[in-house]
Nanobody
Framework: QVQLVESGGGLVQAGGSLRLSCAAS????????LGWFRQAPGKEREFVSA????????NYADSVKGRFTISRDNAKKMGYLQMNSLKPEDTAVYYC???????????????????WGQGTQVTVSS
């Protein structure tokens, strides 16, 4: 079993920055792909960013490309999402997700992930 715990959310003004963290424990291995998703009230959970187990391959939703950066530290079992130039439309609960993968792939569909954190709220005021 793998446990994921997100942190780093909060309230920030438009144009500001936040850094989300995802702490992994349990049977989490470095050969797990990670993803970040978000869900705003009344909307479905949507893809934000993904990273392969090695960190070599990354992907971003068009809405966050150029503003968000995903990274990971396998030695610390941590994943990160640096969010800059935040907009009110970025307001949502952000979730970290993981799945086993030693192929070097990243995954953009929420249905491809096996483990999820409880989420952290990000609110961007205008």
């Amino acid at each position: 079993q793998v446990q994921l715990v997100e942190s780093g959310g909060g309230l920030v003004q438009a144009g500001g920055s936040l850094r989300l963290s995802c702490a992994a424990s349990g049977r989490f291995l470095s050969s797990y792909a990670l993803g970040w998703f978000r869900q705003a009230p009344g909307k479905e959970r949507e893809f934000v960013s993904a990273i392969s187990w090695s960190g070599d391959n990354t992907n971003y939703a068009d809405s966050v490309k150029g503003r968000f950066t995903i990274s990971r530290d396998n030695a610390k079992k941590m994943g990160y999402l640096q969010m800059n130039s935040l907009k009110p439309e970025d307001t949502a609960v952000y979730y970290c997700a993981a799945r086993y993968s030693d192929s070097g792939s990243h995954y953009v569909s929420r249905y491809e992930y096996d483990y999820w954190g409880q989420g952290t709220q990000v609110t961007v005021s205008s």
